[in-house]
């Protein structure tokens, strides 16, 4: 069983910043992917940032040069800092892994329960 958590996220003025953390444990053989998804109310769910276990980075149009992706290997955490924030930038942000757990080789997604980011005007 493996288990995401999210935390960081709050109510923040319209150029503020916030960094968002998202925790992966359980039986994890290795992780091939992590990253952030948003869902605001009454839309579909989009890629926010994403970070491959080599490296690889991918941002969404609407967030680069703004938010910044990174990972901590050793706490199998990815963060998501986020600054200059926009009132379009509030949604739930959901963090998604992409693991193999122990005993089996079968790739699985993994989501967190969300965390919510209000950006106020």
């Known amino acids: 069983q493996v288990q995401v958590v999210e935390s960081g996220g709050g109510l923040v003025q319209a150029g503020g910043s916030l960094r968002l953390s998202c925790a992966a444990s359980?039986?994890?053989?290795?992780?091939?992917?992590m990253g952030w998804y948003r869902q605001a109310t009454g839309k579909q769910r989009e890629l926010v940032a994403t970070?491959?276990?080599?490296?690889?980075?991918d941002y969404a149009d609407s967030v680069k040069g703004r938010f910044t992706i990174s990972r901590d290997n050793v706490k199998n955490t990815v963060y998501l800092q986020m600054t200059s924030l926009k009132p379009e930038d509030t949604a739930v942000y959901l963090c998604?892994?992409?693991?193999?757990?122990?005993?089996?080789?079968?790739?699985?997604?993994?989501w967190g329960q969300g965390t919510q980011v209000t950006v106020s005007s």
């Open positions: 970070i491959t276990s080599d490296g690889t980075i």
């Open positions: 359980g039986t994890i053989r290795s992780i091939n992917a």
């Open positions: 998604k892994v992409v693991v193999t757990v122990t005993g089996q080789w079968a790739k699985y997604q993994y």
